[in-house]
């Protein structure tokens, strides 16, 4: 197997050709690069008073307050910065970041289990015992992403 990289400053993105005559070993590995994120496992989060490295993964929590956001993590520390939701989610649609009511945001990583509510809502339970409402209006969403199809899912 050769492989050469072609600076080329007249193509604005990343441009990758694969030449060969073996097809199924081509697809193979056009399937591994299509595999590959390139996109970050850590987030900056920018404080009043200084700029935290925080890895996404330890991000169980995400709360909204018009234009703040506090990130609770996984040790129950909370950092809040100036931003707004939509924009969090914006920056992480590749991350296991979900939306569950119009204010909060959990790492489904984070979630141990859910039991129905009132009016059609539910309660989230994550993985340190905090309770969270989950918005009928976001279920569907969230019963997609963790089955795949709502239709298997036992609620």
């Known amino acids: 197997m050769e492989i050469s990289i072609n600076v080329d400053d007249s193509v604005s993105d990343v441009k990758v050709v694969i030449s060969g005559s073996d097809i199924e070993q081509l697809a193979d590995i056009a399937q591994y690069l299509k595999s590959k994120s390139t996109t970050s496992h850590q ?25 703040d956001l506090t990130f609770t993590l996984k040790d129950n520390q909370k950092i809040t910065t100036r931003k707004t ?20 945001v959990i790492n489904l990583a984070y979630l141990s289990k859910m039991e129905a509510a009132f009016s059609g809502n539910y309660y989230g339970f994550l993985t340190n015992d905090t309770r969270v409402t989950v918005s009928r209006r976001f279920i569907q969403g969230i019963l997609d992403t963790l089955e795949g199809s709502s239709e298997d899912a036992i609620f």
């Open 43 to 67: 987030i900056v989060i920018k404080t009043a008073d200084d700029m935290r490295i925080i890895d996404k993964t330890s991000i169980m929590l995400v709360t909204s307050l018009g234009n």
């Open 85 to 104: 939701l939509k924009k969090f989610l914006e920056e992480n649609q590749k991350s296991d970041f979900v939306q569950i009511s119009k204010s909060e």
